[in-house]
């Protein structure tokens, strides 16, 4: 009939196997972004996220004992948070158990007197990539 010339092919649909979110989390952690590998299922995902956390998530206040402010903190793992305090304590908590357990902090070998500062806390932690340090 018509002179429009051949349709473009059809993009074939994915089976559904590989648009479960088990597949999309696998591809995330590989590096593929989003959209390259699932389009729209990421927002679909923080969509439901939205939804649901709220009411999944609740906040608890965690007994510190004699411990100061905390400035700094960092997961470990789902169970644990390494903390920094403002009186210069390194201690980690198990936030299921509520369990303390302190870290000791390396002594400087310089002169006294190059210690001789104020505390101020620790305001920032940072991890090696496999958390052992």
Known sequence: AGGD???PPKKPKRPAA???LLHYLKGRE???????????FEGKLRGYAVRKLPELLRERELALGTLNKVFASQWLNARQVVCGTKCNTLFVVDV??????????MRDRGPASARAQPNCGIHAIQLNPSKTL
């Open 5 to 7: 010339g051949p349709l």
């Open 18 to 20: 590989l648009r479960s």
């Open 30 to 40: 590989v590096g593929a972004r989003g959209r390259a590998g699932l389009p729209g």
């Open 96 to 105: 299921q158990s509520g369990h303390i357990t302190r870290i000791p902090l």
